[in-house]
C-alpha cells in the first residue's frame, strides 16, 4: 500500500502535459498571457488562450522535442498541423489551437525574439458559426427601464453609475461595439451632430485598419449630455482627470478611467441575475446587427460597422431575421418619461 501513488499523483500521471518541462518557452508565454492581460483581455480570453497554448505544448512533449522556439520554421510548424488534424476532428478546435499559436509567435516577433511568424503559412480550418442568440427586445426594455429607474437615484454615484451604464449600452445596441472598442473609448472618439437630421457617430480606431465611424441612435444624445454633467461633476468633486469615456468605480467613489473587458463583462452578470434576463455584450451586440437588418443597411456598411472583414458571412442573421424584431423608438420615450417624472419630483 505504501507504494501506491496518491490521488494527486495519479491526476499527474494522467496529465499529458506534465512531462513537459521547457522553462524558456514557459516563460515566454508567461509574458504572452500577462501582455494579454494588460490589453484588457477577459479572464476566459486568458483562459482560452493557456488552454490552447497547451495543446502545443503537450505536442512538444509527446514529440519529446528539445526544439529551441527560435528554431522553429515552416516544416516543424506543417508537422503540427497534421497533430491538430489527427487529433481534433472538429474545424473550429483546431481553428482556435492555430490561431493561438499565430498570436503567440506575433508576440514573440514583436518582443525580437524569433524573426518571423512560421505559423502564418499554416492555414487555418474554416469557422462555423453557431446562429446568432440576440438580446429579445421584452429582455433589453427589462435592462432600460432598470437602468433608467437606477438613474433616478438619488445616491449620486449610484445615479453616475446608471447613466454610465445607458450610455454602455447604447453603443453596444445601436452601435454595435464591441468590449474592446469601449475599454478605452474616448471623449473625443464620440461625434454629436449639429443638425437634427444628423446621426451621433463613435469614431473607432482599429490598430491594424482606417478609423471608420459608426452611428447611434437619436436617443443616444441626451443620454450622453446628462451623463457628462453628472460625470463631470463628479470628477470635479472628487480631484479626478481622464480622457476616457467610461470609467471603473465602486458605490463611493471613481476609481479610474476606462472600464476593462472583465469589468464590463462583471457588470452584465450582475444584470442576468438580478433581472432575470438573457443579455451579454454579445447578444446585445447581435440584436444591434439585426436591428441594422431590419432597417436596409446594405451589407457592406454593416460589416464595415462591425469591424469585420467583407467576407464575413450575414446569412445566419439573414436567415433568423423573421425571428428577432427590433426597434428604438422606446429608448427615447422611456427616457424622457423618467426625467419628467424626476423633474416633477424635485
Not at 453596444?172 to 469601449?182: E, H, P
Not at 451623463?227 to 468633486?237: H, I, N
Not at 462583471?266 to 434576463?277: K, Q, S
Request: with cysteine; charged share 25%.
Amino acid at each position: 500500500m505504501a507504494n501506491q501513488p496518491s490521488n494527486t499523483q495519479k491526476a499527474h500521471a494522467g496529465s499529458e502535459s506534465d512531462d513537459f518541462h521547457d522553462p524558456d518557452l514557459l516563460a515566454l508565454q508567461s509574458r504572452f498571457f500577462k501582455h494579454l492581460r494588460s490589453k484588457g483581455r477577459s479572464t476566459n480570453t486568458l483562459k482560452n488562450y493557456k488552454t490552447d497554448l497547451q495543446c502545443f505544448n503537450t505536442y512538444l512533449a509527446k514529440e519529446k522535442s528539445r526544439l529551441s522556439i527560435a528554431d522553429m520554421d515552416i516544416p516543424q510548424v506543417k508537422q503540427y498541423g497534421a497533430y491538430l488534424q489527427n487529433k481534433y476532428n472538429s474545424d473550429n478546435s483546431r481553428r482556435r489551437r492555430v490561431q493561438a499559436l499565430r498570436l503567440f509567435f506575433d508576440f514573440l516577433v514583436q518582443e525580437k525574439v524569433v524573426g518571423s511568424n512560421p505559423v502564418r503559412q499554416l492555414p487555418t480550418s474554416p469557422k462555423f458559426l453557431d446562429r446568432p442568440r440576440p438580446t429579445t427586445l421584452v429582455d433589453l426594455k427589462t435592462l432600460w427601464q432598470y437602468l433608467l429607474e437606477e438613474g433616478s437615484s438619488r445616491h449620486s454615484m449610484t445615479k453616475l453609475l446608471a447613466h454610465r451604464n445607458q450610455v454602455m449600452v447604447l453603443l453596444i445596441f445601436s452601435g454595435a461595439l464591441k468590449v474592446s472598442d469601449l475599454a478605452q473609448l474616448k471623449r473625443s472618439q464620440i461625434h454629436l451632430p449639429k443638425n437634427e437630421d444628423e446621426d451621433p457617430r463613435v469614431m473607432l480606431v482599429p490598430p491594424k485598419r482606417d478609423p471608420y465611424s459608426v452611428p447611434l441612435c437619436q436617443a443616444f444624445v441626451p443620454v450622453y449630455e446628462d451623463y457628462l454633467k453628472l460625470l463631470d461633476q463628479q470628477l470635479q468633486a472628487q480631484g479626478l482627470e481622464f480622457d476616457q469615456l467610461l470609467f471603473n468605480a465602486n458605490p463611493y467613489r471613481i476609481l479610474s478611467g476606462g472600464l476593462s473587458s472583465r469589468g464590463i463583462e462583471v457588470i452584465f452578470e450582475d444584470w442576468r441575475n438580478r433581472l432575470m434576463v438573457e443579455v451579454t455584450a454579445k447578444s446585445l451586440r447581435q440584436s444591434a446587427i439585426f436591428h441594422w437588418l431590419q432597417n436596409k443597411i446594405e451589407d457592406g456598411l454593416i460589416k464595415e460597422w462591425m469591424g469585420v472583414a467583407p467576407s464575413y458571412s450575414l446569412k445566419l442573421y439573414k436567415e433568423h431575421i423573421d425571428h428577432h424584431v427590433f426597434d428604438d423608438a422606446f429608448l427615447l420615450e422611456f427616457y424622457y418619461h423618467y426625467k419628467k417624472h424626476n423633474y416633477e419630483r424635485a
